[in-house]
């Protein structure tokens, strides 16, 4: 991130932010505008199963949300692979979730994109993360965000608008927050159309590209005075 590259030792006055972006806003990853309330609600992570995405955290968060709740009609989709699915899935059934929590296996980028077309929120409860792409994916869609406080989440996320950011490793931030966006549907729309503007506005790659090459040409103007 920025600030780790200045405390690294580089000028501020000699960095040029430009982030990663989105090539498929207008193709597979169409803002659905709906998100509407239906039953069951749908979460939905997409994540690979390493220990850096803290799925423990989120499982536990959903058996907390239905401890609270037990009339709550929910479903907790986890789409990825990696080492610790084995471990994962014996979680679900320790915690006798297996009518809820459905671990999904890896996906396409197209199978992706369905997966979220049909959520109703987006959770990311990792304990490490850099520049989580799928959290601007999922925002893309129309998905209220809710995910933890790591890495440049806060570049990606505006909190308290399009989603909300927790402490990483709080079982109880995260149930507080799942219960808060189950419990009031009628905040989605207004979540995802914002999560929807904010990643058209900073990271559509086709205005990303235009501003690499502006800084191109300033450059080559720059050394050629």
């Given at each position: 991130s920025f600030k780790n590259i200045v405390r690294f030792g580089v000028s501020a006055e000699k960095i040029i932010y430009l982030p990663g972006g989105l090539?498929?806003?207008?193709?597979?990853?169409?803002?659905k505008g709906k998100n509407k309330i239906s039953s069951p609600i749908t979460i939905l992570t997409v994540a690979r199963l390493v220990v850096e995405k803290g799925l423990e955290y989120s499982i536990m968060a959903i058996k907390e949300v239905?401890?609270?709740n037990p009339n709550l009609n929910l479903k907790y989709y986890i789409v990825g692979m990696g080492p610790l699915e084995e471990r994962i899935?014996?979680?679900?059934?320790e915690l006798e979730l297996e009518d809820v929590i459905k671990c999904l296996g890896a996906m396409d980028q197209a199978e992706v994109a369905e997966e979220m077309s049909k959520a109703h929120i987006f959770?990311?409860?990792?304990?490490?993360?850099?520049l989580p792409v799928v959290l601007m994916e999922a925002q893309a869609v129309g998905l209220p965000i809710i995910a933890t406080d790591v890495g440049s989440v806060d570049e990606v996320v505006v909190n308290q608008k399009?989603?909300?950011?927790?402490?990483?490793?709080?079982v109880d931030?995260?149930?507080?927050?799942?219960?808060?966006?189950?419990?009031?549907?009628?905040?989605?729309?207004?979540?995802?159309?914002?999560?929807?503007?904010f990643v058209e506005k900073k990271y559509d790659v086709r205005k990303l590209n235009k501003k690499l090459v502006e800084i191109y040409k300033n450059l080559i103007e720059e050394k050629y005075k």
């Open positions: 090539a498929q806003l207008n193709n597979s990853l169409h803002w239905l401890r609270k899935k014996k979680l679900v059934i959770l990311l409860p990792s304990i490490a993360e850099a399009s989603g909300f950011i927790v402490p990483a490793r709080d931030a995260l149930t507080d927050k799942l219960e808060y966006l189950t419990k009031h549907p009628e905040v989605w729309p207004e979540m995802g159309k914002c999560g929807r503007n």
